[in-house]
Nanobody, 126 residues
Framework: QVRLEESGGGLVQAGGSLRLSCAAS????????MGWFRQAPGKEREFVAA????????YYGDFAKGRFTISRDSAKPAAYLQMNNLKPEDTAVYYC???????????????????WGQGTQVTVAS
C-alpha cells in the first residue's frame, strides 16, 4: 500500500518561504491526484491546493492563490507545495493526501482522499 510522508516544515519569519515535500513509499503516485490540506489549532482542516494526476490541472484555496504552488514529480514519486510570502495565519499542520479516483472539484474535499500523511508543522513568526 502506498504511504505518504511530509517533510519541509519548520519555523519561518513572516514574508519568508518554505517548500513542503510529500514522498510516497510502497508504490507510485503517477495515477493519483494529490492534495494539500492544513489544520490550525482549534480550527477545522482546510483545503490548500490540489493537482490532478497528470499535473495539468491545479486548484487552490483562495488564501493560497498567488502565494502557494503545488507541483509533482511522478518519477520520484513526490509532490511539493512551494509557499511564498508566508503570513502568521499560515501557521498550521500541513498534510498531503492522495487519491486514485477523485478528480476535478471533488479535490477540494478531504473526505474524497484515500491516503494521508502524518503532517508537518509550519510556524510563521510575525
Amino acid at each position: 500500500q502506498v504511504r505518504l510522508e511530509e517533510s519541509g516544515g519548520g519555523l519561518v519569519q513572516a514574508g519568508g518561504s518554505l517548500r513542503l515535500s510529500c514522498a510516497a513509499s510502497g508504490g507510485h503516485l503517477s495515477s493519483y491526484s494529490m492534495g494539500w490540506f492544513r489544520q490550525a489549532p482549534g480550527k477545522e482542516r482546510e483545503f490548500v491546493a490540489a493537482s490532478s494526476w497528470s499535473g495539468r490541472d491545479t486548484y487552490y484555496g483562495d488564501f493560497a492563490k498567488g502565494r502557494f504552488t503545488i507541483s509533482r514529480d511522478s518519477a520520484k514519486p513526490a509532490a511539493y507545495l512551494q509557499m511564498n510570502n508566508l503570513k502568521p495565519e499560515d501557521t498550521a499542520v500541513y498534510y498531503c493526501a492522495a487519491d486514485g479516483v477523485t478528480t476535478g472539484n471533488n479535490l477540494f474535499y478531504e473526505n474524497d482522499y484515500e491516503l494521508w500523511g502524518q503532517g508537518t508543522q509550519v510556524t510563521v513568526a510575525s
